[in-house]
């Protein structure tokens, strides 16, 4: 992603900071609930790993039973969204979220015509057999809704294998998702994992790229055109429209950074606040994933640093996402760690001297993981045991640490 040719005209510091700000990473804000913080702060995206947990636990002090019940209540929900990606979002904006994602599996269902010969019709009667399956059920996972549609999902053998895709179900699936006619409901209340089942619902789905490009740009301004497509999927001449129907204003003259005016002047009268405040992040939290700009919120010294376990030659500023979870200060990343299940302990790398408050937010993350998470999984395929090469060069990134402290 390039960078905006203007930033020194405001200072990265003060847009790290303000960033940081944006996204209620400089104060806890207890008392918030789920929903007003995603509301708030933007879509979390969720993998299977532990990222919506984190996040929501770093901005307001939630724990895991909190995000849980929310997740029971509905007011909030993991969905097909942006790009087609699940993200967990608040109920007020489900509507938005599943029509920022109702392209992609019109576009699954393009490529299945195109390669493997399944038609519409097809897909749109499995979908009714689906909706009829659903209704009024409990919780149905795809093998037990393939059992009882039956003959209406068929196998696409090798050819369907070698696409990712062993039957129609899953598009039937993503479509009725996409419709808000069914939504996937996690077989044990937590988000940090994929196994789920399906229930049937009936969810409006309205939005256009005008309402996207308002809430995105009152998340993560100022960004760029090229930040928001990152986010939306759009090409360069919807998102053009879209900013210029929202009413957005450059930053600063000459700059490619835009903001909703109505934020304009409280950024001319922010200032970087004087005491750091860390946070422990995911890799893919939001005050990364929104812009997906990585060497924004590092300083020089730090992008040049190799990365842990990484290949030779590999350094973090050339990354286009991090390859370990984040430890942030006012916008800027100050280090990385990982959670070690073995010894139920955090290991991390920091780029700058601990001080109180930096153990202090290292302490309360190690026990909020430890105690209430069991793991910090980065996406669902991360384990214990693929993590343990970051583990390990993390580890002796502490040890070189303490041997320099105690020199």
């Not at 290292?362 to 430890?370: H, I, M, Q, S, Y």
């Amino acid at each position: 992603m390039e960078h905006d040719p203007h930033p020194q005209a405001v200072g990265i510091e003060r847009l790290r900071a303000w960033w940081s700000h944006r996204q209620w990473l400089d104060r806890p804000h207890t008392g918030a609930s789920a929903a007003e913080v995603l509301a708030a702060t933007g879509w979390a995206r969720s993998v299977g790993g532990a990222a919506p947990y984190l996040g929501l636990f770093a901005r307001a002090g939630l724990g895991r039973a909190a995000v849980d019940a929310a997740v029971a209540a509905l007011e909030v929900h993991e969905l097909p969204s942006a790009r087609g990606c699940t993200y967990v979002l608040p109920a007020a904006d489900f509507a938005l979220g599943l029509a920022a994602g109702a392209a992609a599996p019109e576009g699954e269902l393009a490529s299945a015509a195109k390669h493997l010969g399944v038609g519409r019709d097809e897909v749109e009667q499995l979908c009714l057999a689906v909706e009829r399956v659903l209704a009024g059920s409990g919780p149905l996972d795809p093998a037990a809704i393939r059992a009882a549609v039956g003959d209406a999902a068929r196998p696409l053998g090798e050819a369907g294998r070698k696409r990712g895709l062993t039957t129609t179900l899953p598009l039937a699936l993503g479509l009725l998702q996409a419709r808000g006619r069914i939504r996937r409901v996690p077989v044990n209340g937590r988000l940090d994992q994929q196994r789920y089942g399906y229930v049937g619902w009936d969810q409006p789905v309205r939005g256009d790229a005008v309402d996207l490009a308002r809430r995105y740009f009152s998340w993560a301004a100022p960004a760029t055109l090229k930040h928001f497509r990152w986010f939306s999927g759009f090409t360069a001449a919807t998102a053009r429209r879209a900013a210029a129907e929202a009413g957005l204003v450059p930053l600063a003259p000459g700059s490619d950074l835009l903001m909703p005016p109505e934020l304009a002047k409280e950024f001319a009268a922010f200032e970087v606040p004087r005491d750091p405040h860390y946070t422990l992040l995911a890799g893919i939290d939001g005050i990364h994933l929104l812009h997906r700009d990585l060497p924004r919120l590092l300083d020089p010294a730090d992008a040049a640093r190799p990365l842990p376990a990484g290949r030779a030659g590999r350094t973090f500023g050339t990354e286009a996402d991090p390859q370990t979870h984040l430890v942030l200060d006012r916008g800027r990343i100050v280090g990385l760690w990982e959670y070690d299940t073995e010894r139920a302990e955090i290991v991390h790398q920091l780029f700058v001297p601990p001080d109180d408050a930096l153990r202090d937010a290292l302490t309360r993350t190690e026990a909020f993981v430890r105690d209430e998470l069991g793991d910090a999984r980065g996406f669902s395929l991360d384990s214990p045991k693929s993590r343990a090469p970051k583990v390990a060069a993390l580890r002796a990134a502490m040890s070189r640490a303490s041997g320099r402290t105690a020199g």
